[in-house]
């Protein structure tokens, strides 16, 4: 009933039809993405380590996450004996995770955006409900703005998927940036020479 | 009340006053700040006022083709054509799976519905989980923002909220503490809740899915966690094809809070292994609005909340003020125009400095708009007696020159020789917080005859 009513009154209101502008091509003056995508995602509190490959996740996650109980990673050989997600059934088992590995499709230099695919993160719940995530992104997978990037991406190719630019933050109590409302407390971003 | 009363009660508390007018100029500084640094920046907004007003020419067909799209996702499409038909489905959505505590990230539509009265109606526990949401529903008060919903609250009475509602040390009022605290509360909802709603930025029309942004991540540990999730959604959400999403996504948190982007961007296509998603495409009032041409163009916002910012008289008079769900500029011409509206006074809440029509990502008329509803019938009924008398007078008294003279001269004489207690008194609202130059002894047309007329 409402869908008739609805679609008939917008047909009786609606201004003479345009045609949608066509849209130019964007392009970044600044080369040096490595450096901006860096730059950025310190800006907006995330961490970022460079690594040489897979050989250093676990070296880097000793050193900065020293005394963390569970992790959890999307792909095995990403950290000697930690949980894997697909092991979990249902997400409310992954309220202890401390910290969770998962790879990113590639960043966006002008916002520290990092593009994850639900088979990226196994269950869509796991970039939110761990404690601190670690994304690992191959350094080569930059992109200048968010032009270029939906250019690369097909939105629904996955059931869903999601832009991450730095950890859960609020400042809903008098403008006071807090970091760690319901997400994420932290982001660390690994940002690889090598594909992992 | 109508807005120059209510603002009246908000500007005594003079320190208030000043203290939330500095809080929203800090963002409008922000805003200015990474909108500078993108070069293309007009473009962008040039861009998106084009898009908007083309989905706008041809709403129905892209909502015809969001719903096939979404269908074809797996997704259960929904049409509410007002708020209580909204709130309805929601309530049938729940009772099909049992479901009786709902947990929802931000979303201005079900303010404008009424849903959490609705639901608390029906036992459905409703929580809202965006901090300042929380906030605002613990404190029993309607958002006073679109973006920053607790803006008008010192974290001292958020303090003694919290102790009060979620049990926090008493004298407590460190934001990083209260913070924290809000977490574990809103932790343990998340967990065991069985069904959660978000509203939607933006819909896309070639793929039937929905983008949301938040940067606490509420929306989406909701979401992922509930077996069933709901989407609501105005009409006038949609962009026709992903790319669109470039321009707009570049344009929401630069001119929201100053940020280059929200934390969490998230595009929700299919229901979730084992789960259900449904999409409401709600109207209340909106396809009318679309009928009239000099106000339709209010319906390209994209609710950043930039106008409030900005706004000399949202930032001195507080969000409660404007008594309409969507407070601030934007609001003042949204709400005479909706069902929901009953507000004529609005549209004066406004001193037509056209700040906001700047900052607006959009670019909407928003203060030609408020001057067009100033001229509606209904609208002028509403300006304030006394104000109303004195145009009259002002009109009978321009259009007749001997007159206006007379007025003049003994205006000049008694301004100069009147004690300062006849003019700036209680009575004369003028006078409280302005000064009056020192009147000339001659009126310009005194100063002409004498000088350059004789000649
Ligand atoms: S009218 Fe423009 S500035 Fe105001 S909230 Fe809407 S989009 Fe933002």
Same mark, same amino acid.
């Given at each position: 009933m409402s869908r008739a009513e609805i679609l008939k009154s917008i047909g009786k209101h609606k201004p003479p039809r345009r045609s949608l502008p066509e849209i130019p091509v964007f392009d970044?003056?600044?080369?040096d993405l490595l450096q901006q995508f860096r730059q950025v995602s310190e800006g907006i509190e995330g961490t970022v380590i460079r690594i040489s490959? $897979?050989?250093e996740i676990s070296k880097a996650i000793h050193e900065k #996450?020293?005394?963390?109980?569970q992790i959890a990673v999307? $792909?095995?050989?990403? #950290?000697?004996?930690a949980l894997e997600?697909?092991? #979990?059934?249902?997400?409310?088992?992954?309220?202890?995770?401390d910290v969770a590995i998962l790879t990113g499709q590639f960043g966006v230099a002008e916002n520290g955006a990092i593009w994850l695919r639900e088979t990226d993160l196994v269950h869509r719940a796991a970039p939110f409900i761990c404690q601190h995530l670690v994304i690992v992104l191959?350094?080569?997978?930059?992109?200048?703005?968010m032009h270029q990037a939906y250019q690369r991406i097909?939105?629904?190719?996955?059931?869903y998927g999601v832009f991450i630019a730095g950890p859960s933050k609020t400042a809903?109590?008098?403008q006071s940036l807090i970091i760690g409302?319901?997400?994420?407390r932290s982001l660390t971003v690994l940002l690889s020479e090598e594909e992992c | 009340m109508n807005h120059s009363q209510s603002s009246e009660k908000f500007l005594r508390d003079k320190q208030r006053t000043g203290w939330h007018d500095a809080s929203l100029w800090f963002v409008r500084e922000k805003r200015d700040a990474v909108a500078k640094a993108v070069p293309e920046w007009e473009t962008l907004r040039t861009l998106a006022s084009e898009i908007k007003q083309q989905v706008l020419s041809d709403l129905d067909q892209y909502l015809i083709s969001f719903e096939k799209n979404a269908q074809k996702n797996g997704v259960h499409v929904h049409w509410a054509r007002d708020g209580k038909t909204h709130n309805e489905i929601v309530f049938n959505i729940l009772q099909k799976h049992h479901a009786r505590s709902l947990v929802k990230s931000k979303s201005m539509l079900t303010e404008e519905c009424g849903l959490n009265e609705f639901l608390l109606a029906n036992d459905i526990e409703v929580i809202d989980t965006d901090l300042g949401e929380r906030i605002v529903q613990l404190a029993e008060e309607p958002p006073s923002?679109?973006?920053?919903? @607790?803006?008008?609250?010192?974290k001292a009475e958020i303090g003694e909220l919290f102790h009060q509602?979620? &049990?926090?040390?008493?004298?407590? =009022?460190d934001p990083a503490y209260l913070t924290e605290a809000a977490r574990q509360h809103l932790r343990e909802k998340f967990l065991r809740a069985e069904a959660a709603l978000t509203g939607v930025n933006f819909a896309i029309a070639e793929t039937g899915g929905v983008v949301v942004c938040t940067n606490e991540g509420n929306a989406d540990m909701g979401v992922h966690l509930a077996p069933l999730q709901i989407h609501s959604m105005g009409i006038?959400?949609?962009?026709?094809? @992903?790319?669109?999403l470039g321009i707009f996504l570049r344009l929401l948190a630069r001119s929201a +809070?100053?940020?280059?982007?929200? +934390?969490y961007t998230s595009h929700y296509h299919r229901p979730k292994p084992g789960g259900e998603m449904h999409i409401i495409i709600v109207d209340n009032g909106r396809s009318e609005q679309l009928g009239q041409e000099k106000f339709r163009? =209010?319906?390209?916002?994209?609710?950043?909340?930039a106008c409030m910012n900005t706004c000399p008289v949202y930032r001195r008079s507080g &969000?409660? =003020?404007?008594? =309409?769900v969507i407070p601030g500029p934007i609001g003042s011409i949204l709400t005479p125009g909706?069902?929901? &509206?009953?507000?004529?006074?609005?549209?004066? @809440?406004? +001193?037509?400095?056209?700040s906001c029509n700047d900052v607006c990502p959009v670019k909407i008329d928003i203060h030609q708009q408020l001057y067009h509803w100033r001229q509606h019938s209904e609208i002028r009924q509403a300006a304030a007696p006394g104000k109303k008398r004195l145009m009259q007078f002002a009109a009978w008294l321009f259009s007749h020159p001997q007159a206006y003279r007379l007025a003049g001269k003994t205006a000049r004489l008694f301004l100069r020789m009147l004690p300062r207690k006849a003019i700036y008194h209680r009575w004369n609202h003028w006078g409280l917080s302005r000064e009056l130059p020192v009147a000339p002894r001659e009126s310009f047309r005194e100063w002409y005859d004498k000088n350059e007329g004789k000649k």
């Open positions: 970044t003056p600044n080369p490959g $897979r050989v #996450f020293s005394d963390v109980q999307s $792909r095995s050989s990403f #950290f000697p004996k997600l697909k092991n #979990f059934n249902d997400p409310h088992q992954l309220a202890d995770v191959h350094e080569k997978q930059l992109v200048a703005n097909q939105i629904d190719d996955n059931g809903d109590i008098e409302a319901h997400g994420a | 923002h679109i973006v920053m919903p @607790a803006i008008h609250k010192k509602t979620i &049990g926090t040390e008493k004298g407590n =009022s006038e959400k949609i962009l026709p094809r @992903a790319e669109h +809070t100053g940020q280059l982007l929200t +934390t163009q =209010s319906l390209c916002c994209i609710r950043c909340g &969000g409660h =003020s404007y008594g =309409s909706m069902p929901i &509206g009953g507000h004529p006074d609005l549209p004066f @809440a406004s +001193t037509l400095c056209g």
